[in-house]
């Protein structure tokens, strides 16, 4: 997805959705604020958690949360009110027990990345305890998309 050296996997597991830049989003220059980029990537994550069948609900009812503690952003070219535009969501596998994903955020209609992201989220209980090894919902989920043989 991006021009940076790609995570080499098999298995691809993509999800897209748009987005419609609002008022409430953009500074007095009209371009969008840094931070709601942020919440953009959040939108891509929720949309692929529907799609694949591992959003924020399903790791409640699992008994665990997770918060984000990791975010890379890179800004390419700014969206502007009005603007309609891709989240691209990628899920990255890994051996450890988190979640992480890669971004962008393609400015339509002429597909320009405007944005390029990754995100890493840790497993807690809500107790608020680290989990280090894989949850077995999680182990289950990656068996199902070949992630795991």
């Not at 995570?7 to 220059?29: K, T």
């Not at 529907?50 to 918060?67: F, Q």
């Not at 975010?71 to 691209?88: F, G, Q, T």
Request: hydrophobic fraction near 40%; proline fraction near 3%; charge should be positive.
């Amino acid at each position: 997805m991006t021009r940076r050296k790609k995570i080499v996997q098999e298995i691809d597991l993509i999800d897209e959705c748009e987005l419609n830049v609002r008022f409430s989003e953009v500074d007095s220059m009209q371009i969008v604020w840094h931070g709601n980029y942020v919440k953009y990537l959040e939108d891509g994550r929720e949309s692929f958690g529907k799609k694949y069948g591992i959003g924020y609900m399903d790791v409640y009812r699992a008994g665990l949360l997770t918060p984000i503690v990791g975010v890379n952003l890179n800004y390419k070219k700014p969206l502007k009110y009005e603007d309609k535009a891709i989240i691209r969501t990628r899920y990255i596998d890994s051996p450890a027990a988190i979640i992480q994903f890669e971004y962008e955020i393609v400015k339509l209609p002429d597909k320009v990345v405007t944005l390029s992201a990754t995100t890493t989220q840790a497993f807690i209980d809500t107790t608020g305890e680290l989990i280090l090894t894989l949850p077995a919902f999680f182990e289950k989920w990656k068996k199902k998309w070949g992630f795991i043989k």
